[in-house]
């Protein structure tokens, strides 16, 4: 489900990865903490944190591209996640939907693809102390509502 590899650009004149919209997943485990990706300094918006996520395949819901990036690029088992609603970011002409997910444990993690540095358990106070990639800046306040 590669199809929807490339950029696009948005109604709002972004230009945005994901012809087909772009899908991450932001899970949570007890603490709480949620699970978030340190993005290479060379990738777009590199050196941020934000939530493992990618482009949608044309014929994947926002769920399964969420779901199956996330296990490409931190190694989890997604069938171990509880999926609990999603928020839709919709720019006009593309949009990103955040799968928020719950986990029973901070499930083991690992960076699996060269886009990102690290990924890691973050206390959900600690998570605007970091950098945040601008997309997920905006919509943190309104998902920490919905934990
Ligand atoms: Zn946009």
Do not use: N
Not at 1 to 23: E, F, I, L, N, P
Not at 54 to 83: H, I, K
């Amino acid at each position: 489900m590669k199809d929807g590899d490339g950029w696009t650009r948005c109604s709002a004149g972004h230009d945005h990865w994901g012809v087909y919209g772009a899908a991450g997943l932001l899970l949570v485990a007890p603490g709480p903490a949620v699970l978030l990706q340190h993005r290479a300094i060379w990738s777009h918006h590199g050196d941020t944190w934000g939530v493992p996520g990618g482009a949608r395949g044309s014929e994947e819901s926002p769920v399964q591209a969420a779901l199956r990036e996330a296990s490409e690029e931190t190694g989890l088992d997604a069938a171990t996640v509880t999926v609990l609603g999603e928020l839709v970011d919709d720019h006009g002409g593309w949009s990103y939907t955040t799968v928020l997910a719950r986990a029973q444990t901070e499930l083991p993690v690992h960076a699996l693809d060269r886009e990102s540095t690290d990924v890691r358990w973050v206390p959900v106070e600690g998570v605007t102390g970091l950098p945040l990639h601008p997309g997920f800046a905006v919509t943190w306040p309104l998902l920490r509502t919905r934990l």
